[in-house]
C-alpha cells in the first residue's frame, strides 16, 4: 500500500570523497564489495550485479589507489580457477561505512523532525 502524499520522510545519500572530489567509497562500491564477498570472485561478482567485470574491476582499483590500501586478495586462475577474497581492511572499511550511513540517516530523521514535524 503507498503512502499518503502528506506522509513525507527524508531520503539521505552517503559517498565518500578524496581530495579531487572523486569518489572513493559509496553504496555503489559497498554492493560491488558485498557481492565478491559473497561470490568469491571478481567475474562472480560482475554476473551477479549485471556489470562488465572492467567495471568492477575499475572501480575496485579506483578505490585502492585512492586510500593506498589493497581491497581484495587475489588468486590467479589455474586449474583451481581462482578468486578473490576481501582484505581485513576492506571488511573494516564496509562496516564503517554502514555505521556512518547508518548515523546519517539517524541524524537526517531527527533533523527532519526538527524541521518539518507535526508534533
Same mark, same amino acid.
Given at each position: 500500500?503507498? $503512502?499518503?502524499?502528506?506522509?513525507?520522510?527524508? /531520503?539521505? $545519500?552517503?559517498?565518500?570523497?578524496?581530495?579531487?572530489?572523486?569518489?572513493?567509497?559509496? /553504496?555503489?562500491?559497498?554492493? !560491488?564489495?558485498?557481492?565478491?564477498? &559473497?561470490?568469491?570472485? +571478481?567475474?562472480? #561478482?560482475?554476473?551477479?550485479?549485471?556489470?562488465?567485470?572492467? #567495471?568492477?574491476?575499475? /572501480? +575496485?582499483? #579506483?578505490?585502492?589507489?585512492?586510500?593506498?590500501?589493497?581491497?581484495?586478495? /587475489?588468486? !590467479?586462475?589455474?586449474?583451481?580457477? *581462482? *578468486?578473490?577474497?576481501?582484505?581485513?581492511?576492506?571488511?573494516?572499511?564496509?562496516?564503517?561505512? &554502514? #555505521?556512518?550511513? *547508518?548515523?546519517?540517516?539517524?541524524?537526517?530523521?531527527?533533523?527532519? &523532525?526538527? $524541521?518539518?514535524?507535526?508534533?
Amino acid at each position: 500500500m503507498r $503512502k499518503k502524499e502528506s506522509e513525507l520522510e527524508v /531520503r539521505s $545519500k552517503v559517498w565518500i570523497v578524496d581530495g579531487q572530489g572523486e569518489v572513493v567509497f559509496g /553504496r555503489g562500491r559497498m554492493k !560491488i564489495l558485498e557481492a565478491v564477498r &559473497q561470490c568469491g570472485s +571478481i567475474h562472480a #561478482a560482475a554476473k551477479e550485479l549485471k556489470m562488465s567485470y572492467r #567495471a568492477v574491476w575499475g /572501480r +575496485i582499483k #579506483a578505490t585502492e589507489d585512492r586510500l593506498g590500501k589493497p581491497l581484495l586478495v /587475489r588468486n !590467479i586462475g589455474g586449474s583451481t580457477g *581462482g *578468486g578473490s577474497q576481501l582484505t581485513d581492511f576492506a571488511l573494516d572499511l564496509m562496516h564503517r561505512f &554502514q #555505521a556512518l550511513q *547508518g548515523e546519517v540517516g539517524k541524524e537526517a530523521d531527527r533533523l527532519f &523532525q526538527e $524541521k518539518f514535524g507535526t508534533g
